[in-house]
């Protein structure tokens, strides 16, 4: 029998719809949903009232992280919901004019370094990418995508063999407006 202690719990706002089926934990709010799968042996959700207690086995240093990232996960799901993340990236170019394009789930970047092949980063998951002059706008529910996502474009404008002190075209974050 495993002795299940609290850990910690978080406390759910008014008009938020919390439901735990098995190790996932579905979010509700404004008619906006995230999911996610939190699955552990030693560390378990437990959903009571309006609020998600983190119950852990265990209370050694591994266990204490989990529960921790857990916790940051489930506010960076309520935040999301509530207000969304958004980050800004610049298009930087000294010679060669860049030419961003959003097609489905893809953004293209063409004449990059004056190359006759486009460059494309994948958009994950429900993000949304607006271009407007030289700046980049990623907007979405999900810190994770809109992160990933700006990750992706920025890796995709990596100049390789070349001094990056000299060469600094590119697509970069300049602001996580969360």
């Known amino acids: 029998m495993i002795n299940w202690k609290e850990a910690r719990s978080i406390k759910i706002p008014d008009g938020f719809k919390v ?4 190790t996932t934990v579905t979010i509700s709010y404004g008619g906006k949903t995230i999911s996610k799968n939190f699955a552990n042996n030693y560390v378990k959700l437990v959903e009571d009232g309006s609020t998600i207690k983190i119950n852990a086995s265990k209370n050694n240093s591994m ?10 996960e489930i506010n960076n799901m309520i935040k999301g919901l509530k207000d969304g993340f958004q ?13 961003v394009s959003v097609k489905g789930k ?14 494309t980063a994948e958009i994950v998951g429900d993000t949304t990418v607006t271009v407007k002059g030289d700046r980049v706008y990623i907007a979405g529910i999900s810190k994770k995508d809109v ?25 970069y974050l300049i602001s996580k407006g969360e």
């Open 147 to 171: 992160g990933e996502t700006a990750a992706n474009i920025e890796r995709s404008t990596i100049i390789k063999g070349f001094d990056p002190r000299v060469f600094q075209d590119g697509i």
């Open 106 to 119: 893809t953004v293209v970047i063409e004449n990059f370094f004056g190359e006759r092949s486009p460059r």
């Open 63 to 72: 266990v204490r992280g989990i529960v921790g990232t857990w916790a940051s």
């Open 19 to 22: 439901s735990i089926s098995g």
């Open 87 to 99: 980050y800004e990236m610049k298009i930087d170019y000294s010679h060669f004019p860049m030419r």
